[in-house]
């Protein structure tokens, strides 16, 4: 089956703590994104990587961290810099076309202890 | 600052009745118009795209798009109890790679 898998589901962090989201996709698009949803709040667009190797700031970047080595893979670090990291956590990905839109994942819902 | 602006509702329609949901947009040059449904505690899923003025329907789905005045709509024909949502309308920007999304409306159907 084709899609974007998260984990994990819900994911608990301790004050000081770095946690880490992971976000794999065999949709073999080129594009992944992070995004950060707050109750009865939009979607605010952490990072986003149009290639291996590459990766740019969103909106709300700070105390955040990404790596993509590879075309299938995101990874997001929640560092202990993001003093309120309580959210629902979406990672999304697209082909290269400009036409072409974002598909999503079944998000990782971040909690702290 | 680009800005994607929709009502937060809720939205509160009879079943079998068309619910009509709205969405502005502040870019004049922006492209491509998309409207994602999204359930309490899921993630987001497109339901429709329109790139062009005019109307695009998908079943009970129907998207309007007026260029000239910078909305976008999304109709729901014979609303059903399954269609109580929130609706987000996101609309590609000067990036191919990104979306500007606005903050959803909460679309509840009254059996």
């Known amino acids: 089956d084709g899609g974007i898998t998260q984990s994990p589901k819900y994911l608990f962090r301790k004050e000081g703590q770095n946690v880490t989201l992971s976000c794999e996709q065999n949709l073999n698009h080129d594009a992944m994104y992070w995004y950060r949803q707050d109750p009865g709040q939009g979607l605010r667009l952490i990072y986003y990587s149009q290639i291996v190797n590459d990766f740019q700031k969103g909106d709300i970047a700070e105390g955040y961290s990404v790596s993509r080595e590879k075309k299938e893979s995101f990874p997001l670090t929640v560092t202990s810099a993001q003093k309120n990291p309580t959210a629902f956590y979406l990672c999304?990905?697209?082909?290269?076309?400009?036409?072409?839109?974002?598909?999503f994942g079944p998000g990782t819902r971040l909690l702290v202890l | 600052q680009k800005e994607v602006e929709q009502n937060s509702g809720p939205l509160s329609v009879p079943e079998g009745a068309i619910a009509s949901l709205n969405c502005t947009y502040s870019?004049?040059?922006?492209?491509?118009f998309f409207w994602y449904r999204q359930y309490s505690g899921k993630s987001p899923e497109l339901i429709m795209f329109i790139y062009s003025n005019g109307d695009k329907e998908d079943g009970r789905f129907t998207a309007q798009l007026n260029k000239a005045s910078q909305y976008v709509s999304l109709l729901i024909r014979d609303s059903q109890p399954s269609d109580s949502a929130t609706y987000l309308c996101a609309v590609r920007g000067d990036s191919n790679y990104q979306l500007i999304w606005g903050a959803g409306t909460k679309l509840i159907i009254k059996p």
């Open positions: 999304a990905s697209k082909t290269s076309g400009s036409r072409e839109t974002q598909y």
């Open positions: 870019d004049r040059g922006s492209q491509s």
